[in-house]
């Protein structure tokens, strides 16, 4: 039978991660096609038909195209989990809020910080370790006395702070000051069907 669920994403992108770890904790069928970022195949056709920003992930859901991997969580969630995206207005717009912390400040804090060290990105890594430890006692402030970010159970807004949070010692971001944070990802990371991002290769960061 073909899968109609394609995702389009790089092994070591965090925003491909959290697309791939909610299909494995919700056991949403998938087939994953790895885009050669090094060889600028995100940047030519036939990728760019599929997302003219030219930025992974982008998901394939029979005639459905969508880019953004918060967006695809949300989609996600809406039509084969609902159980991992609240229905109350309030609890929806707790998730909200922290799937705009994982665009914002975590994207440019532990995520910004791991491209320096593993890609050799041109960015300021100071400003991105504070931008980090910044996100990072939202959340652990946020956590104290919870077992997830929002609500009783696990959300997208757990699975969307995820894998830049629990890779940022790849970017020299400790997270030893954070204990209710690791506590999270511990629980994450023990949830039935995780699937853990691949780790930088050895050689790879500078």
């Not at 060290?117 to 991105?128: I, W």
């Not at 956590?143 to 757990?158: E, F, M, N, Q, Y």
Request: hydrophobic share 45%.
């Amino acid at each position: 039978m073909t899968t109609a669920l394609r995702i389009h994403g790089f092994p070591l992108s965090g925003h491909c991660h959290r697309v791939q770890l909610f299909t494995g904790l919700t056991g949403i069928t998938h087939e994953y096609v790895t885009v050669d970022l090094a060889a600028g195949e995100h940047k030519r056709e036939p990728f760019l038909s599929l997302n003219p920003a030219g930025k992974v992930p982008v998901i394939e859901d029979g005639s459905t195209v969508l880019a953004d991997s918060n967006a695809i969580l949300v989609y996600l969630a809406r039509k084969y989990a609902p159980d991992w995206i609240p229905s109350d207005p309030l609890a929806e717009a707790e998730v909200q809020r922290f799937l705009s912390l994982a665009a914002n400040e975590i994207a440019n804090g532990p995520a910004a910080a791991r491209l320096v060290t593993v890609f050799g990105a041109g960015l300021d890594a100071q400003r991105a370790k504070d931008i980090a430890a910044y996100a990072f006692d939202i959340l652990e402030k946020h956590l104290k006395g919870r077992s997830w970010l929002v609500g009783d159970r696990p959300t997208i807004a757990d699975v969307a702070t995820y894998s830049y949070t629990a890779h940022a010692p790849e970017g020299n971001v400790s997270l030893e000051p954070y204990p209710a944070l690791r506590a999270l990802l511990e629980r994450i990371e023990a949830l039935p069907g995780f699937i853990a991002m691949q780790k930088t290769p050895v050689g790879l960061a500078a």
